[in-house]
């Protein structure tokens, strides 16, 4: 069965352009575009999509609503949002009302199909960048913080989750730290199972639900 998506951008071009990017995958069927949130909520009834590929910034009803009314419409509905401006409390609001991926517009085609085979297969989805953005000033905070459960991570483990927080990649943080990418990869697993959480996008949504610093 093919996965169902609904295109929602303002920009004609946008979404001929992701729509031809997706048809060249068997496993995708672009069901319906909209030019706006108002229409995007009325064909996610409609439609009832996979998923929802949203601009962040269209007119009229703001995306955070809409996507709150495309779970209300579609509980089993994926939202992935595309964003031009990378501002913490978009992202945040985003994720807060549900969404499931975060994808940077100028990384969009580059991104899009693997974001969507993330979130079809349950996990959240962020473009690095958006990581070290909404988790980067929280795990900052609490690596500080001797009384949370933090401060159960060795030094060089929190040393990994700074860098990871700020957006660097495997190969980057063995570069600086002068280790090997397997070694970072182990430090990164001792992280999750001491945190009790399976991945990088989990710890930031579990940063959002503990409150990253005010907004």
Known sequence: MKIKILLAFEQIKMREGLRSLLEEYDEFEVAAEADSCESTVALTGE???????????????SSIEATRRIIAIAPDAKVIALTMDLERRSAVEMLRAGTSGYVLKESA?????????????????????????????????????????????????????????EGRSTAQIASEMDISTKTVDTHRQHIMDKLNIRGISDLTRYAIREGISPL
Request: charged share 20%; aromatic share 6%; glycine share 6%.
């Open 47 to 61: 439609y009832k999509p996979d998923i929802v590929v949203i601009d962040a910034a269209m007119p009229g009803l």
């Open 109 to 165: 085609f580059e991104e899009l199909v693997d974001a969507i085979g993330e979130v079809v297969a349950g996990n959240t989805y962020l473009s690095p960048p958006v990581v070290g953005l909404v988790l980067g000033e929280y795990v900052h905070r609490q690596l500080s913080e001797e009384t949370t459960i933090f401060s159960t991570l060795t030094p060089r483990e929190r040393e990994v989750l700074k860098l990871v927080a």
